[in-house]
């Protein structure tokens, strides 16, 4: 079983910056894709940037330019440096990962528990 815990969530004013991290832990797995996704109030949770085992990239339209996803595959971490922030980036911040129980082929998907992002115009 693996788990997922985020870090660094807090209140910052409009065009600040924060940072998110994700760290993965458990026994005997390997993790693909990692990623982060929101959910403000009233609103689905949606995708903000995830990013594969080799580094590969996806970013929400809305925050291109402005937020990047990196990954350390030995530690089993996930980060979000997010910068030039605005209210609309409200939200609750959840890590995502897929990964595979060693030796099963078959993979699971797991969040972690919420970190609150506030942003003040």
């Known amino acids: 079983q693996v788990q997922l815990v985020e870090s660094g969530g807090g209140l910052v004013q409009a065009g600040g910056s924060l940072k998110l991290s994700c760290v993965a832990s458990?026994?005997?797995?390997?993790?693909?894709?990692m990623g982060w996704y929101r959910q403000a109030p009233g609103k689905q949770r949606e995708l903000v940037a995830k990013?594969?085992?080799?580094?590969?990239?996806n970013y929400a339209d809305s925050v291109i330019g402005r937020f990047i996803i990196s990954r350390d595959n030995a530690k089993g971490t996930v980060n979000l440096q997010m910068n030039s922030l605005k209210p609309e980036d409200t939200a609750v911040y959840y890590c995502?990962?897929?990964?595979?129980?060693?030796?099963?082929?078959?993979?699971?998907?797991?969040w972690g528990q919420g970190t609150q992002v506030t942003v003040s115009s």
């Open positions: 990013i594969s085992r080799d580094g590969i990239t």
């Open positions: 458990g026994i005997a797995f390997s993790i693909n894709d």
């Open positions: 995502n990962a897929d990964y595979r129980p060693l030796p099963l082929p078959r993979t699971k998907e797991v």
